[in-house]
Every structure is written in C-alpha cells, then in structure tokens.
C-alpha cells in the first residue's frame, strides 16, 4: 500500500513540474508574440522567471521549432528570438 501512495505522490510531483514547465513555456511565447525578443527582456517582462529557468525554456522551444534564434555580430554579440510557423499557432494547440 506503501508503495501505491509513494508512486502516486510521485507521479502528482512529476504533473506539477510539467505543468509549471507548460506555464513558463506558454509564458516565453506570449511575451515574444508581443515583440519582447531579447533574453534581458524576457526576463524583465515575465514575472517570476529566473535566468536558468528562461535558458531552458528557450533551450526547449528552439528544440521543438517553435521559436527561432537570429544572432547580431557587434562588438556585443546581440540575440534575438521569433516565434516560427509552428510557434505562430502554440495557442491553438
């Protein structure tokens, strides 16, 4: 029975991280659909995230095609992100 509650608390740990990763996934896309397109800004526009939170966010979304990376050179290298075909219809999924 032990066993039974463990794997279900488990289970309900692992669902909560998910979702708070689809919250800030979904929150990433809102913010570069609003033009906020630069690491510094995102961060400064969705309240909340921290720096490794918004990487892995941003990790992830490129991996699955739904936003795309465009690099500045310069003296400072700039970056900024765009939401893809795929990224442009995230809210009708």
Do not use: C
């Not at 570069?32 to 909340?48: A, D, K, N, S």
């Not at 918004?54 to 500045?72: D, F, H, M, T, V």
């Amino acid at each position: 029975m032990h066993d039974i509650q463990r794997r279900r608390r488990r289970n309900r740990s692992e669902i909560d991280q998910l979702a708070l990763e689809f919250q800030k996934s979904a929150a990433v896309l809102a913010a570069i659909e609003q033009g906020v397109t630069r690491t510094g800004q995102l961060e400064r526009f969705i309240p909340g995230i921290s720096t490794k939170v918004l990487s892995e966010r941003l990790r992830k979304l490129l991996a699955y095609q739904l936003i795309g990376r465009q690099e500045y050179p310069g003296r400072v290298l700039r970056v900024e992100y765009q939401l893809t075909d795929g990224g442009g219809n995230w809210r009708r999924s």
